[in-house]
């Protein structure tokens, strides 16, 4: 309950939400002592998080449309009192874009403010105005609660007592609070460390969700366990606690050398017959026989950018994601001084060597020719530059002079070749435009741009194909389609520069490493934040679209990243172990030697010189030659899973080799 104020006090019922469900919320303005005449007003806004809606959108809120979702009314009981009802800026439509100016004085694309004015007659000190969001009287569905649910979030209010115009906020304290709580359990995910040695300890993580991936608590059961490949001592039966917060740590510990495998089903309770098969796991007989993975997301967005929601995304990272690394990268513009500096501190204070490691950083949303890319620093500090400051080379100018030496930061571009569908009102700091020439750079390795992120959320950016299952139409993270013209990874490939890659989610309401948007896989000795840092800068990555998919990869001998020279046919070996079957495996040769490549000509460059076609199998291996190889090219390696997850297909790709003939 708030607590009294001069001005009064607001309250919702019911206080709480299931995430996703559509109901009806009163929000209950209690007049204070100077009470409300006529022209007075009080202003509400619910949470940010009560706004989210699909397609990184916000949705509309409107006190127009009766039949409409998310129709806002105000009533008052007291006789001969008339009052008018307005969400500023609000919208029926269903995706919003636009921001807003909330109560705190931020634009965001979630704030959504409603005013109730009194029209006629006077409110006494504890007269009551009733705000109803989701009001069903005329056919509107009501209001939907948040799809991904922070737990009790304050209310927002301010009166204008003598109608002057001049809103004064209530404090907290007197606001209220609204929370909202997961959905029913519908997925088990089970995940383990991708790489062990005999006889070391390890943890099989569970998590229990629900359809937008909330981490459901409290749901009573047994986990029943089982291997599927490999030798591993685990207990058979793990009763659930009832304290549990919808995440469960398993002590396991493998026997054998080889691929691991695990399963897990829940018996009992609301959670029954949830049921999830491990990642693989590559056993070692010996510590000096590993050669550790580790898996993070390296782009996401939290309530410190102006088209996102969330407050805890290093905890969602950590332990329901169960992520090794990850790197919050809010957008630079709009960001106040006092907002970096929060997330400078928070990505120290969640940095934990060989458990959880985070990497300092930000996202510059440049528009063209630049493109959008993410800041990675080594250390603990470092300059924030956005797109309102200058353009991509202004950045690479200020970091040489204010960072020094070349390999503390990393600047790595994302969801090239993307158009931003045009929504009414949509306004973003630095320009929509983010496709890129790629020869602002010089041809040759660029000491700031070692990486690109061929696949996120909004989709892929390999190259130009409107129809492939995971291009930018087909994708429900945003509002975009495919460009045609040189903005993709194959066309950055031809001008020379030598670009790795990776993915991540670029997910916009704190929930980092959610399934099937986008993971990073670093190859790094040991986990640290100077270690995986190192191994990004030399492209000792690959990316998969969220399953944790184990690829090795040589080509003549030399590993991914690398340049070889070759002096007759190129051999291509590859061990993949997969999360399901695998449907194919596809080596792709970039041509970057005569006409075509000084053409640019990436769809005359690159082809699937092999295809290896899986039978059901989790695990496979390659083995090929190219008899002849061109003067110069580039090989890579791409897999596809055969069942869809989240309605998108699994894939990994791995970072190129490069060759030349001598």
Same mark, same amino acid.
């Given at each position: 309950?708030?607590?009294?104020?001069?001005?009064?006090?607001?309250?919702?019922?019911?206080?709480?939400?299931?995430?996703?469900?559509?109901?009806?919320?009163?929000?209950?303005?209690?007049?204070?002592? #100077?009470?409300?005449?006529?022209?007075?007003?009080?202003?509400?806004?619910? #949470?940010?998080?009560?706004?989210?809606?699909?397609?990184?959108?916000?949705?509309?809120?409107?006190?127009?449309?009766?039949?409409?979702?998310? /129709? =806002?009314?105000?009533?008052?009981?007291? #006789?001969?009192?008339?009052?008018?009802?307005?969400?500023?800026?609000?919208?029926?439509?269903?995706?919003?874009?636009?921001?807003?100016?909330?109560?705190?004085?931020?634009?965001q694309r979630y704030a959504f403010v409603t005013e109730v004015r009194v029209q006629r007659g006077?409110?006494?000190?504890?007269?009551?105005?009733?705000?109803?969001?989701?009001?069903?009287?005329?056919?509107?569905?009501?209001?939907?609660?948040?799809?991904?649910?922070?737990?009790?979030?304050?209310?927002?209010?301010?009166?204008?007592?003598?109608?002057?115009?001049?809103?004064?906020?209530?404090?907290?304290?007197?606001?209220?609070?609204?929370?909202?709580?997961?959905?029913?359990?519908?997925?088990?995910?089970?995940?383990?460390?991708?790489?062990?040695?005999?006889?070391?300890?390890?943890?099989?993580?569970?998590?229990?969700?629900?359809?937008?991936?909330?981490?459901?608590?409290?749901?009573?059961?047994?986990?029943?366990?089982?291997?599927?490949?490999?030798?591993?001592?685990?207990?058979?039966?793990?009763?659930?606690?009832?304290?549990?917060?919808?995440?469960?740590?398993?002590?396991?510990?493998?026997?054998?050398?080889?691929?691991?495998?695990?399963?897990?089903?829940?018996?009992?309770?609301?959670?029954?017959?949830?049921?999830?098969?491990?990642?693989?796991?590559?056993?070692?007989?010996?510590?000096?026989?590993?050669?550790?993975?580790?898996?993070?997301?390296?782009?996401?967005?939290?309530?410190?950018?102006?088209?996102?929601?969330?407050?805890?995304?290093?905890?969602?990272?950590?332990?329901?994601?169960?992520?090794?690394?990850?790197?919050?990268?809010?957008?630079?513009?709009?960001?106040?001084?006092?907002?970096?500096?929060?997330?400078?501190?928070?990505?120290?204070?969640?940095?934990?060597?060989?458990?959880?490691?985070?990497?300092?950083?930000?996202?510059?949303?440049?528009?063209?020719?630049?493109?959008?890319?993410?800041?990675?620093?080594?250390?603990?500090?470092?300059?924030?530059?956005?797109?309102?400051?200058?353009?991509?080379?202004?950045?690479?100018?200020?970091?040489?002079?204010?960072?020094?030496?070349?390999? =503390?930061?990393?600047?790595?571009?994302?969801?090239?070749?993307?158009?931003?569908?045009?929504?009414?009102?949509?306004?973003?700091?630095?320009?929509?435009?983010?496709?890129?020439?790629?020869?602002?750079?010089?041809?040759? #390795?660029?000491?700031?741009?070692?990486?690109?992120? +061929?696949?996120?959320?909004?989709?892929?950016?390999?190259?130009?194909?409107?129809?492939?299952?995971?291009?930018?139409? /087909?994708?429900?993270?945003?509002?975009?389609?495919?460009?045609?013209?040189?903005?993709?990874?194959?066309?950055?490939?031809?001008?020379?520069?030598?670009?790795?890659?990776?993915?991540?989610?670029?997910?916009?309401?704190?929930?980092?490493?959610?399934?099937?948007t986008g993971l990073a896989a670093i190859r790094a000795p040991r986990l640290t934040r100077e270690?995986?840092?190192?191994?990004?800068?030399?492209?000792?990555?690959?990316?998969?679209?969220?399953?944790? +998919?184990?690829?090795?990869?040589?080509?003549?001998?030399?590993?991914?990243?690398?340049?070889?020279?070759?002096?007759?046919?190129?051999?291509?070996?590859?061990?993949?172990?997969?999360?399901?079957?695998?449907?194919?495996?596809?080596?792709?040769?970039?041509?970057?030697?005569?006409?075509?490549?000084?053409?640019?000509?990436?769809?005359?460059?690159?082809?699937?010189?092999?295809?290896?076609?899986?039978?059901?199998?989790?695990d496979l291996r390659l083995e090929w030659e190219d008899p002849d190889p061109p003067p110069a090219?580039?090989?890579?390696?791409?897999?596809?899973?055969?069942?869809? +997850?989240?309605?998108?297909?699994?894939?990994?790709?791995?970072?190129?080799?490069?060759?030349?003939?001598?």
């Open positions: 309950m708030a607590s009294d104020h001069e001005l009064g006090q607001t309250s919702v019922s019911p206080a709480t939400g299931t995430a996703g469900e559509w109901g009806t919320w009163v929000v209950r303005y209690r007049v204070g002592p #100077p009470g409300l005449g006529e022209g007075s007003a009080v202003r509400v806004q619910l #949470p940010e998080t009560w706004h989210v809606w699909y397609r990184n959108s916000s949705h509309g809120t409107h006190s127009t449309d009766p039949a409409a979702d998310n /129709y =806002v009314t105000a009533r008052c009981a007291k #006789p001969g009192v008339a009052l008018a009802c307005d969400v500023l800026g609000g919208t029926t439509d269903e995706y919003v874009k636009a921001s807003r100016q909330g109560l705190d004085g931020r634009e006077h409110l006494a000190a504890g007269d009551e105005i009733e705000i109803v969001y989701g009001d069903r009287q005329g056919g509107s569905r009501g209001f939907p609660a948040p799809l991904h649910p922070n737990g009790p979030e304050a209310l927002r209010a301010a009166v204008d007592p003598g109608g002057t115009g001049q809103f004064t906020a209530l404090p907290q304290a007197a606001a209220g609070t609204l929370a909202g709580r997961p959905a029913d359990p519908v997925e088990l995910t089970a995940l383990l460390p991708s790489q062990l040695t005999v006889g070391e300890p390890g943890e099989l993580h569970l998590a229990v969700l629900d359809r937008w991936q909330n981490a459901v608590s409290a749901v009573g059961g047994t986990v029943v366990l089982g291997t599927v490949t490999g030798e591993a001592d685990y207990p058979a039966r793990f009763e659930i606690p009832a304290t549990h917060e919808g995440v469960l740590r398993i002590p396991i510990a493998a026997r054998a050398p080889g691929l691991l495998r695990l399963t897990a089903r829940i018996v009992g309770g609301p959670a029954a017959d949830l049921e999830a098969l491990s990642n693989p796991v590559r056993v070692t007989a010996t510590a000096a026989e590993a050669r550790p993975i580790y898996w993070g997301d390296l782009h996401s967005h939290s309530l410190h950018s102006f088209d996102a929601t969330g407050l805890h995304p290093f905890t969602y990272a950590r332990e329901v994601a169960a992520l090794d690394c990850y790197c919050l990268t809010d957008h630079a513009e709009l960001l106040t001084d006092e907002q970096w500096q929060q997330i400078t501190r928070d990505a120290a204070d969640h940095d934990t060597p060989g458990k959880f490691v985070t990497l300092l950083g930000y996202e510059a949303t440049f528009g063209g020719p630049w493109a959008h890319h993410n800041v990675y620093y080594r250390g603990d500090r470092g300059p924030l530059f956005g797109a309102d400051r200058g353009t991509l080379p202004d950045l690479w100018r200020l970091l040489a002079h204010e960072v020094g030496e070349d390999d =503390v930061v990393l600047t790595i571009p994302h969801h090239t070749g993307v158009l931003w569908t045009s929504l009414p009102g949509e306004t973003v700091p630095g320009g929509m435009g983010p496709n890129p020439d790629w020869h602002h750079a010089e041809q040759g #390795p660029n000491p700031y741009r070692p990486l690109i992120e +061929i696949y996120s959320g909004h989709g892929q950016c390999e190259h130009l194909d409107p129809d492939h299952p995971l291009a930018y139409e /087909y994708c429900d993270n945003s509002l975009c389609t495919s460009v045609p013209g040189p903005y993709y990874a194959w066309d950055v490939w031809l001008t020379g520069q030598r670009l790795g890659v990776l993915c991540s989610s670029d997910h916009h309401h704190a929930q980092p490493g959610l399934r099937q270690a995986i840092f190192d191994a990004l800068r030399s492209r000792q990555t690959y990316g998969t679209t969220g399953e944790r +998919i184990l690829l090795d990869w040589s080509v003549a001998g030399a590993k991914p990243g690398a340049d070889v020279l070759v002096d007759g046919p190129v051999r291509v070996t590859a061990a993949v172990a997969g999360t399901a079957a695998l449907d194919r495996l596809e080596v792709i040769r970039g041509d970057l030697s005569g006409s075509v490549a000084r053409n640019g000509d990436a769809a005359a460059a690159f082809q699937v010189v092999h295809t290896l076609t899986g039978q059901g199998e989790l090219a580039l090989y890579y390696l791409r897999v596809r899973q055969r069942e869809r +997850i989240r309605g998108r297909v699994p894939m990994a790709w791995s970072t190129p080799v490069w060759i030349e003939r001598t």
